[in-house]
């Protein structure tokens, strides 16, 4: 990066820093030490180091606008190669109608691991687009997606959600890699995941996510690694495909044969929804169950056992699934403030304080959030739709799209975590949950 080139608004990695100091001039006045300018260098980096973080070792991109041209590498991949380093994702409308504040997102994710050979396919329903999914896996088969994808009759408030759900499952079966929802920011290091333990010979692990919790083994969707064929999201898929049929949507998807074993999922109490235009909506255990069937359909694979066939789901996740508790490693930020999306904003939104001023209780808490996350945590998981409904007011992520540029504005808390994206990268290790023993849920046949 040329010395004369920076945008002070703009936010930079720290090897953009390191090269822009290393042009700075030499304080002359002391020849034993080279002195840079701070203040020219801190309109560059906005922020402090992260508390046991460190430089991201590998290249990382420069900066990239979500409102100039997209690289072609996002608009046009290369064709993805069974167990490369493939990353997807999934917009309904493409890649170019995402709004900005999940796009940021994307970017990061590109260019934090496309130097490292990962390639970053975010698909879509849009006909005779080079990113549509039928191009990537066959959407007219019924081993693969169900019929309501296929005739395009996917019905109910979030058959956006539910369509990206029917399509993860096949492209991790046939491609491998990982697969992430497009509101995580992405702070941990999944190459590093993916190279040595997922693909490593060595490791045991051959799948990796993130569980309900640290004492709820259920594995949950929005993030998922593993090699093609994986015999876990083999027949979690199986399932799906017996759950969807016949249906157009997910109400009453809870009670199937293929997955009533699992418990129902909880919800602290039931909640009525009602909206102009809208059907009254009562969520409870249920309804929580319904709209997180895909969820529901992994539990059942992970507490099935087929002794015909030899699986023995509890054995698998507890000795070949590295996990994370999504409550540590992807919603620290809700936990520190009471699932409160506002609350969130708020703080998120503060500037941080100069260095002649003493930090308020409200900025050494979002100070304390975004060392949590970016040290201590995975990844960053925005809710948007169902979360609001289910806690009644606007999630973070749904406040940063309203108010443009919010997530991402100069020297703020949010703007602190933007950087880290591509800034920095935890010191320590990851250690994954032990998994207990869990006695199965249902023993029977299972795949044809």
């Not at 590998?58 to 608009?75: A, M």
């Not at 190669?81 to 493409?94: C, M, N, P, R, T």
Request: a negative charge; hydrophobic letters at 40%; charged letters at 20%.
């Amino acid at each position: 990066m040329r010395s004369d080139s920076f945008v002070p608004s703009q936010i930079y990695s720290t090897k953009d820093i390191l090269a822009f100091a290393t042009q700075l001039p030499v304080n002359k006045e002391n020849n034993s030490k080279i002195k840079i300018d701070r203040l020219r260098l801190n309109q560059i980096m906005d922020y402090p180091s992260i508390p046991e973080t460190s430089t991201i070792p590998s290249k990382v991109l420069g900066p990239i606008s979500t409102e100039g041209p997209l690289p072609d590498e996002l608009l046009s991949p290369k064709r993805p190669l069974v167990d490369s380093k493939s990353i997807f994702a999934f917009w309904h409308s493409g890649i170019g109608t995402i709004p900005p504040v999940l796009l940021r997102n994307v970017l990061a994710w590109y260019r934090r691991f496309s130097p490292l050979g990962w390639t970053i396919y975010v698909l879509d329903n849009v006909p005779n687009s080079p990113l549509n999914v039928g191009n990537y896996i066959d959407t007219k088969s019924s081993s693969i997606v169900p019929a309501v994808f296929t005739n395009g009759t996917l019905d109910g408030q979030y058959a956006a959600q539910h369509t990206s759900d029917l399509i993860r499952y096949p492209l991790l079966l046939k491609y491998g890699g990982v697969y992430l929802d497009v509101g995580i920011l992405q702070f941990g290091d999944l190459n590093r995941l993916w190279t040595e333990d997922i693909t490593n010979p060595d490791s045991p692990y051959d799948f990796a996510g993130f569980t309900l919790g640290a004492d709820e083994p259920q594995i949950v969707n929005f993030s998922l690694m593993c090699r093609a064929n994986n015999p876990l999201v083999q027949r979690a898929h199986h399932i799906l495909l017996q759950v969807w049929e016949g249906k157009t949507n997910t109400i009453g998807t809870h009670a199937h044969p293929m997955v009533s074993h699992v418990p129902l999922m909880r919800v602290p109490q039931e909640v009525v929804v009602e909206e102009e235009g809208q059907e009254k909506m009562v969520i409870n255990d249920e309804a929580m169950t319904d709209y997180a069937i895909q969820i529901q359909c992994m539990g059942s694979a992970q507490g099935w056992v087929d002794e015909e066939d030899g699986w023995d789901g509890p054995k698998y996740v507890r000795e070949k699934c590295w996990l994370l508790s999504m409550m540590d490693g992807a919603f620290a930020h809700e936990q520190m403030t009471g699932w409160s999306g506002q609350r969130q904003f708020d703080l998120l939104s503060l500037r941080l304080p100069k260095e002649s001023e003493i930090e308020t209780e409200d900025q050494a808490l979002a100070r304390r959030i975004v060392e949590e996350v970016v040290a201590d945590s995975w990844c960053l998981k925005l809710g948007h739709g169902f979360s609001a409904k289910l806690f009644g007011g606007d999630t973070l992520g749904m406040l940063w799209r309203k108010h443009h540029g919010s997530d991402c504005a100069s020297r703020t808390y949010a703007g602190w975590l933007r950087w880290a994206e591509v800034g920095c990268c935890r010191d320590s290790d990851v250690v994954p949950l032990k998994v207990p023993v869990h006695e199965p849920t249902r023993k029977a046949k299972l795949l044809p």
